[in-house]
């Protein structure tokens, strides 16, 4: 059981390159999120997923784009990429996404990404 | 202001010593409260969860939950140098799930041996 892998753990783009990021989890999880982790500035939501073919925005949503095929895969896509996007991005998968209730998410080891 | 709002630290401790890590919110509608360990270059974990006012023990960690002063504490006694990470506190609203969670920036704690 791997858990939540991604890849790659390291990547260096010029402005206005495009990649894509690849998550994946073998739990049979549900919910699926991207996060971009800055110095002070805490864990901040890209996108999420409550299940294949279901995607829906977080709070820094813009220059990213998402889409949930399988259950097990959640990639990330930037489409142009800028400076401003140089961060460390975390995936993260949990078992359910119930209105109203928190539950316990399982995160990535992360991409480091620098943009020059 | 912030929602959430945690020291940055860093924070340096001997071994063996009880660490209070604290964070404080605006948000009154908060009810669910957690607390994530990071270690360098990992992703966070989820070390405890509470829901509303009170305590909550596990093992050598107790989280901590005062809702009138809008602060929770996370207490870690005889501490370790395994326990050296980025702690980063979390907490949502009913209603809201997973995609509501707001983020404190976290507290890096080194346990000196």
């Known amino acids: 059981n791997a858990g939540v892998t991604q890849t790659p753990k390291f990547q260096v783009l010029k402005t206005g390159q495009s990649m894509t990021l690849q998550c994946a989890q073998d739990?049979?999880?549900?919910?699926m999120s991207w996060y971009r982790q800055d110095p002070g500035m805490g864990l901040r939501l890209i996108h999420y997923?409550?299940?294949?073919?279901?995607?829906d925005q977080g709070e820094v949503p813009n220059g990213y784009n998402v889409s949930r095929s399988t259950t097990e895969d959640f990639p990330l896509r930037l489409l142009s990429a800028a400076p401003s996007q140089t961060s460390v991005y975390f995936c993260?998968?949990?078992?359910?996404?119930?209105?109203?209730?928190?539950?316990?998410?399982?995160f990535g080891p992360g991409t480091r990404l620098t943009v020059l | 202001q912030k929602e959430v709002e945690q020291d940055p630290g860093p924070l340096s401790v001997p071994e063996g010593a009880i660490v209070s890590l604290n964070c404080t919110y605006s948000?009154?509608?908060?009810?669910?409260f957690m607390w994530y360990r990071q270690y360098s270059r990992k992703g966070p974990e989820l070390l405890m969860y509470?829901?509303?006012?009170g305590n909550k023990e596990d093992g050598r960690f107790t989280a901590q939950v005062d809702k009138s002063s809008k602060y929770i504490s996370l207490f870690i006694r005889d501490s370790q140098p395994s326990d050296s990470a980025t702690y980063l506190c979390?907490?949502?609203?009913?209603?809201?799930?997973?995609?509501?969670?707001?983020f404190g920036t976290g507290t890096r704690l080194t346990i000196i041996p």
């Open positions: 948000n009154s509608a908060f009810q669910y």
């Open positions: 993260a998968s949990s078992y359910s996404m119930v209105a109203g209730a928190t539950d316990t998410q399982y």
């Open positions: 997923s409550v299940g294949a073919g279901i995607t």
């Open positions: 979390a907490m949502s609203q009913p209603g809201s799930g997973n995609e509501k969670l707001t």
């Open positions: 509470t829901y509303s006012s």
């Open positions: 739990m049979n999880h549900e919910y």
